[in-house]
């Protein structure tokens, strides 16, 4: 299996398992390096428990023979015989394989090979140990000068040093080095290891069980909780839905509202204009041809004249062919025309194309703005701005007046209510704020553009 196969298996599993995967490596790797170092510290023991008893067994039965060390120098013949008999004829060769005899200056006084006898090596390793006062045992393979006898018959043996000391005072006379076959050694190390193997793997093994069982109590509650979550987003999801459904019937409710209020006001222009204004203007006529009537004509005219401005301004041109510019170019122009204003006005990037319901919008709210600019601001500084984002279509109508405060004005304010209500109804915002570049008002129109209008 490569590791491309490994890494993708092991990211399709969820956390947990990713978790107890991990867990069981570290734990794995711990077990092996706890049980290395406790067969490291268990062979030690026993290595020194064997040399210990060992060393007690060997030393009731040599030390006898090597008294003589303690004055003179060199074992006597008949010293040398006993302990040939020890490792010939006792319990001990049973046990011991080879035996050898040191001086503290280092000298080989008793070996089995008789070649050794006499000759000095330097102390050093666990013969200098031995010197020093201390057991020392190890399994040695053999490798050192004086081992060529053994290497001919064995690979590697149990070997103890003893220190040997004077009776009745602790001078050490001798080192009393064996030799033994590592089988039993060897067989009860191996035996310890493994039990302490055994140990460690059940410690290992508990400990991550439980471990497994509260990952796994954990990861429940948390899979629970998620199918919880994932149960409440669906629902969200649905919610969502059924919102943006009834947020698009509520645009096309309000686009619809728009519509049918801009054919109102036309309907009643007309009205205006074809009614009432004509019933005027005839009886108008008829006042001229009496006399002492010119207070009264004068009345019906002016009141003739505001009628023809009411029905004008209630009429609005068809926006389905003009651009937005366009709109809002003409409601500017109409403005000048009817009040003899001036207007700055300044266009930078606006779509060539948008809904009916927004021309609307934008028309009329221009046509209020500047009407309230022209009574208000008697025409001073008036200035309208149109620009876009990507999403929005902005209109600011600006006059250099003296002003207004936010808290004068009236909830019953027909122009502004109307304003703002037209603004909300197409999904937008309407602001009314001082200038902050001096004296004057800003009205700031804000409409939502939908999606794909063209620039």
Same mark, same amino acid.
């Given at each position: 299996?490569?590791?491309?196969?490994?890494?993708?298996?092991?990211?399709?599993?969820?956390?947990?398992?990713?978790?107890?995967?991990?867990?069981?490596?570290?734990?794995?790797?711990?077990?092996?390096?706890?049980?290395?170092?406790?067969?490291?510290?268990?062979?030690?023991?026993?290595?020194?428990?064997?040399?210990?008893?060992?060393?007690?067994?060997?030393?009731?039965?040599?030390?006898?023979?090597?008294?003589?060390?303690?004055?003179?120098?060199?074992?006597?013949?008949?010293?040398?015989?006993?302990?040939?008999?020890?490792?010939?004829?006792?319990?001990?060769?049973?046990?011991?394989?080879?035996?050898?005899?040191?001086?503290?200056?280092?000298?080989?006084?008793?070996?089995?090979?008789?070649?050794?006898?006499?000759?000095? =090596?330097?102390?050093?390793?666990?013969?200098?140990?031995?010197?020093?006062?201390?057991?020392?045992?190890?399994?040695?393979?053999?490798?050192?000068?004086?081992?060529?006898?053994?290497?001919?018959?064995?690979?590697?043996?149990?070997?103890?040093?003893?220190?040997?000391?004077?009776?009745?005072?602790?001078?050490?006379?001798?080192?009393?080095?064996?030799?033994?076959?590592?089988?039993?050694?060897?067989?009860?190390?191996?035996?310890?290891?493994?039990?302490?193997?055994?140990?460690?793997?059940?410690?290992?093994? =508990?400990?991550?069980?439980?471990?497994?069982?509260?990952?796994?109590?954990?990861?429940?509650?948390?899979?629970?909780?998620?199918?919880?979550?994932?149960?409440?987003?669906?629902?969200?999801?649905?919610?969502?839905?059924?919102?943006?459904?009834?947020?698009?019937?509520?645009?096309?409710?309000?686009?619809?509202?728009?519509?049918?209020?801009?054919?109102?006001?036309?309907?009643?222009?007309?009205?205006?204009?074809?009614?009432?204004?004509?019933?005027?203007?005839?009886?108008?006529?008829?006042?001229?041809?009496?006399?002492?009537?010119?207070?009264?004509?004068?009345?019906?005219?002016?009141?003739?004249?505001?009628?023809?401005?009411?029905?004008?301004?209630?009429?609005?041109?068809? =926006?389905?062919?003009?651009?937005?510019?366009?709109?809002?170019?003409?409601?500017?122009?109409?403005?000048?025309?009817?009040?003899?204003?001036?207007?700055?006005?300044?266009?930078?990037?606006?779509?060539?194309?948008?809904?009916?319901?927004?021309?609307?919008?934008?028309?009329?709210?221009?046509?209020?703005?500047?009407?309230?600019?022209?009574?208000?601001?008697?025409?001073?500084?008036?200035?309208?701005?149109?620009?876009?984002?990507?999403?929005?279509?902005?209109?600011?109508?600006?006059?250099?007046?003296?002003?207004?405060?936010?808290?004068?004005?009236?909830?019953?304010?027909?122009?502004?209510?109307?304003?703002?209500?037209?603004?909300?109804?197409?999904?937008?915002?309407?602001?009314?704020?001082?200038?902050?570049?001096?004296?004057?008002?800003?009205?700031?129109?804000?409409?939502?553009?939908?999606?794909?209008?063209?620039?």
């Amino acid at each position: 299996m490569s590791a491309a196969t490994v890494q993708s298996a092991i990211r399709r599993m969820s956390l947990a398992r990713r978790f107890l995967l991990a867990n069981l490596v570290v734990v794995l790797a711990a077990s092996l390096a706890v049980a290395g170092w406790v067969g490291i510290q268990l062979e030690a023991s026993v290595l020194e428990r064997t040399a210990s008893v060992t060393a007690l067994y060997i030393e009731s039965f040599v030390e006898p023979e090597i008294a003589s060390l303690a004055t003179s120098s060199a074992l006597s013949e008949a010293s040398v015989d006993g302990l040939d008999r020890l490792l010939a004829s006792t319990q001990l060769g049973e046990h011991v394989v080879s035996f050898r005899v040191w001086t503290p200056d280092g000298v080989i006084r008793y070996s089995p090979d008789r070649e050794l006898i006499g000759q000095r =090596f330097e102390p050093e390793g666990g013969l200098a140990r031995a010197l020093a006062g201390t057991v020392s045992a190890e399994m040695t393979d053999l490798s050192d000068p004086e081992n060529a006898h053994e290497r001919l018959r064995w690979s590697r043996l149990f070997e103890t040093y003893v220190p040997v000391r004077e009776r009745g005072g602790g001078r050490i006379i001798a080192v009393a080095e064996f030799y033994q076959l590592p089988d039993e050694t060897d067989a009860e190390v191996a035996s310890t290891r493994l039990a302490s193997w055994a140990v460690v793997a059940i410690a290992a093994l =508990f400990s991550y069980l439980v471990l497994a069982g509260i990952v796994k109590q954990g990861s429940d509650t948390i899979e629970r909780q998620q199918g919880v979550l994932r149960e409440r987003v669906a629902e969200l999801s649905r919610l969502l839905d059924q919102n943006a459904v009834l947020h698009a019937r509520l645009r096309r409710a309000a686009d619809r509202t728009t519509a049918l209020n801009e054919a109102g006001l036309r309907r009643i222009g007309s009205d205006l204009h074809d009614g009432p204004a004509q019933t005027l203007a005839l009886a108008l006529l008829r006042l001229d041809e009496l006399e002492g009537t010119d207070v009264v004509s004068d009345a019906v005219s002016g009141a003739l004249q505001d009628l023809r401005l009411i029905a004008a301004g209630l009429r609005s041109p068809s =926006f389905d062919d003009m651009a937005l510019d366009e709109v809002v170019q003409r409601g500017v122009r109409e403005h000048e025309r009817r009040t003899g204003q001036q207007v700055r006005l300044s266009i930078t990037a606006v779509p060539s194309d948008a809904p009916v319901v927004t021309k609307i919008g934008l028309y009329r709210v221009l046509q209020e703005a500047l009407s309230n600019a022209g009574r208000h601001a008697l025409g001073e500084g008036m200035a309208v701005g149109l620009a876009s984002t990507d999403d929005h279509v902005c209109l600011e109508v600006r006059d250099a007046g003296r002003g207004f405060d936010p808290a004068a004005i009236r909830p019953d304010a027909l122009g502004i209510a109307g304003m703002r209500e037209r603004a909300e109804l197409l999904g937008g915002t309407l602001e009314i704020v001082r200038r902050d570049d001096g004296p004057g008002t800003v009205v700031r129109l804000t409409l939502p553009l939908p999606r794909g209008v063209a620039s």
